[in-house]
């Protein structure tokens, strides 16, 4: 089964830092990876996704990693701004009906 | 073009009643997933439906079931309900069943069991 471990569950640094989050998971068989942002009490916005065979997705200030082999993605937000503060979550996904898998997210604040 | 949509907003129902949530996925997408986030958790897998059929199903009990009509939209029903079933629940939608596709996910149902 499984298991996507987030780290850290919180952090909090000043606007303008660059920043890294971290998503870790034990099944190596999966299909891409997904990086989501939710606002409080509101759904999920897609970030990025990433297929198995790619190494890295880039979107504005955001850049996402993966390494199959070692069970790892890293979400890099470069220029950090308050409006970055959210949860940021990521997902894996089998290719199958099994839907995705989701760590617990990361609290993200940005001190203005 | 509209994005994943979900209704009811917000909910409030009692221990044993049974409840209907909606979604309709984004023009074109003919996969619909549910998803459970209970408060502080990731969301969990419910279903998978992918034209009309149920393609994939997560640990959850049979009070909960769902159906897919042909527009593409769907219903999320849950049965006896308890204290426990109290969370957010995520549509999503994607292109096809398989999931390779980017996910889509709409703002959910906020329902609280009381």
């Known amino acids: 089964k499984q298991e996507v471990t987030q780290i850290p569950a919180a952090l909090s640094v000043p606007e303008g830092e660059n920043l890294v989050l971290n998503c870790s998971f034990t099944?190596?068989?999966?299909?891409?990876l997904q990086w989501f942002r939710q606002d409080p009490g509101k759904g999920l916005t897609s970030l990025l996704l990433?297929?198995?065979?790619?190494r890295e997705q880039t979107s504005g200030r955001l850049n996402a990693s993966l390494d199959k082999s070692s069970g790892r993605s890293t979400l890099y937000i470069a220029a950090s701004q308050p409006g970055d503060s959210a949860t940021y979550l990521c997902?894996?996904?089998?290719?199958?009906?099994?839907?995705?898998?989701f760590g617990k997210g990361t609290h993200l604040i940005i001190q203005p | 073009d509209a994005g994943v949509t979900q209704s009811p907003t917000h909910l409030i129902k009692t221990r044993g009643q049974q409840v209907t949530l909606r979604c309709s996925p984004i023009?074109?997408?003919?996969?619909v997933s549910w998803y459970q986030q209970v408060l502080g958790q990731g969301p969990q897998f419910i279903f998978q439906?992918?034209?009309?059929?149920?393609?994939g199903r997560g640990n959850f009990p049979d009070r909960f079931s769902a159906r897919q009509f042909p527009n593409y939209s769907s219903e999320l029903n849950v049965n006896a309900l308890l204290l426990g079933d109290s969370a957010l629940y995520l549509c999503?939608?994607?292109?096809?069943?398989?999931?390779?596709?980017?996910?889509?996910f709409g703002p959910g149902t906020r329902l609280t069991v009381t």
């Open positions: 023009s074109g997408h003919k996969s």
């Open positions: 099944d190596s068989a999966i299909y891409n």
């Open positions: 999503a939608s994607s292109p096809r069943g398989q999931g390779v596709y980017e996910q889509y």
């Open positions: 990433i297929q198995s065979s790619q």
């Open positions: 997902a894996t996904g089998g290719g199958g009906a099994d839907g995705l898998t």
């Open positions: 439906y992918y034209e009309k059929e149920e393609r």
